[in-house]
């Protein structure tokens, strides 16, 4: 099977978000939007999505991203992402990091890398 990339089918019901917003030091991130209206916010604002369209996130530009779906509607999309081994990932509007170990395990810590309890 595939081991170097994964895709995932979501859905946002209404008034539903992705994620926080959050960006990837070593995955590169990729979405198609299937159905729907969802909304994207990312470091350089907010654009509305259609059926068709795509936004990519390319690793380490620190440019933290999500969906939201600001509809009445449900939207469904594609999410392909790569595995990197070693991704690390930021929450700028959070106080909250994800750190990979080398086993691949991801644990996620306060922003001065304090654990959370």
């Known amino acids: ?55 990519g996130f390319a690793a380490g530009t620190g440019n933290a991203h999500r969906l939201v779906n600001e509809t009445s509607q449900d939207c469904s999309y594609l999410v392909v992402g790569d595995r990197s081994a070693d991704d690390n990932v930021a929450f700028p ?3 909250l990091s994800a750190i990979t170990g080398p086993d691949g395990t991801r644990r996620f810590v306060h922003k001065d890398g304090t654990p959370y309890p």
Do not use: I, K
């Open 1 to 55: 099977g595939l081991r170097n990339f994964g895709v995932n089918l979501a859905t946002l019901s209404p008034g539903a978000v992705s994620a926080p917003r959050h960006a990837h030091t070593r995955q590169d991130e990729f979405v198609y939007v299937l159905s729907g209206e969802p909304t994207l916010v990312c470091d350089s604002g907010q654009t509305r999505l259609r059926p068709g369209m795509c936004a």
């Open 93 to 95: 509007d959070d106080d």
